[in-house]
């Protein structure tokens, strides 16, 4: 059974950064894609970042593109996500998801079968 657990949520400033991480517990994060969603109230849960490292790909939604930045420590067994220049808009929870698909496409909640618990992010001034 895979766990996932976000952390490094918060509040920033616009045009600030934050980073948060999503920690892989109970197999090795090399043999899954990992997506990162966000959702905000009301809304369904949409797909930010991608990344499977043992297909060598990443990929992202057009709303994040040149501002986020998905990353692995294979090591510490931990996806990263890099958000510089924060906007309003980008105020949601975050979770971080794993699946056994290669990334080819962020996907939709139903091509994750783990999820963590979700860290909030809030850019406001």
């Known amino acids: 059974q895979l766990q996932l657990a976000e952390s490094g949520g918060g509040l920033v400033q616009p045009g600030g950064s934050l980073r948060l991480s999503c920690a892989v517990a109970?197999?090795?994060?090399?043999?899954?894609?990992i997506g990162w969603f966000r959702q905000t109230s009301g809304k369904d849960r949409e797909g930010v970042s991608c990344i499977s490292v043992r297909r060598d790909s990443s990929r992202y939604a057009d709303f994040v593109k040149g501002r986020f930045t998905i990353s692995t420590d294979n090591a510490k067994n931990t996806v990263y996500l890099q958000m510089n220049s924060l906007k309003p808009e980008d105020t949601a929870t975050y979770y971080c998801?794993?699946?056994?698909?290669?990334?080819?496409?962020?996907?939709?909640?139903?091509?994750?079968?783990?999820w963590g618990q979700g860290t909030q992010v809030t850019v406001s001034s």
């Open positions: 998801a794993a699946g056994r698909g290669g990334c080819w496409y962020i996907g939709g909640k139903y091509d994750y079968d783990y």
């Open positions: 109970g197999d090795t994060l090399l043999d899954y894609q």
